[in-house]
């Protein structure tokens, strides 16, 4: 166990809704990332927070942002689902932003 | 841009035989790890591996680093069944703030 829960661990929406993924993360752990994994891939770095700012993003669209808390949890959200966004997303927290970092279980969500 | 590739895609073995698994990444690299991940679950950190190290041990694991060929294995020795699994490596760029994270491999242990 990494001790970083991840919230909810199963999703089910429709194309064009919005949804929001939370995460906190491990106890004294500053920094958060976020990444989307298909089916059979790797995971795809989507952002990564530092002290509740933003502090690198992949190749994702606008339509994915987040935000961190003064306690650095965070939050994933997506606008205007698309079926394409059906994954598992997953979070990290690391003790800044090149350390080791350290996965919660994932949150599956299904996009129909 | 940088990624790690891992080769092979997949790898099925017998219980009690060694695993080994490659990686190929870009450009250069303050870190490299390896992680695990099973059945689609949250990925499990194995070893973290500096640019200025060459090998590091833990456990049944041993991941090497070779900077100049940019490339890295991780040999699981004597695996079990609980040893089946995705396995990924992840590298930082030297500038960067991300890690990039390769296919995987897919290892099937047989009892």
């Known amino acids: 166990e990494t001790g970083v829960t991840q919230s909810p661990t199963h999703l089910i929406k429709t194309r064009g809704q919005q949804v929001t993924l939370r995460c906190s993360s491990q106890?004294?752990?500053?920094?958060v990332s976020w990444y989307q994994q298909a089916l059979g891939q790797g995971p795809q770095f989507i952002f990564q927070?530092?002290?509740?700012?933003?502090?690198g993003r992949g190749n994702f669209p606008p339509r994915f942002s987040g935000l961190q808390f003064p306690n650095y949890s965070s939050e994933l959200n997506v606008n205007a689902l698309e079926l394409d966004d059906s994954a598992l997303y997953l979070c990290a927290s690391s003790l800044g932003w090149t350390d080791t970092q350290y996965f919660g279980p994932g949150t599956r969500l299904t996009v129909l | 841009s940088q990624q790690g590739e891992e080769d092979p895609q997949a790898l099925s073995i017998q219980e009690g035989e060694n695993a080994t698994m490659n990686c190929s990444y870009k450009t250069s690299i303050n870190n490299l790890q390896w992680y695990r991940q099973n059945s689609g679950r949250g990925l499990v950190h194995l070893i973290l591996?500096?640019?200025?190290?060459r090998e590091k041990h833990s456990g049944r694991l041993r991941v090497t680093l070779d900077t100049s060929k940019k490339s890295s294995s991780l040999l699981i020795t004597a695996s079990r069944a609980a040893d089946t699994a995705s396995y990924f490596c992840a590298t930082d760029a030297e500038y960067g703030q991300n890690f990039v994270f390769g296919p995987g491999t897919r290892l099937s242990v047989l009892p």
């Open positions: 591996i500096r640019s200025n190290e």
């Open positions: 106890s004294g752990h500053n920094t």
């Open positions: 927070y530092y002290r509740e700012e933003e502090n």
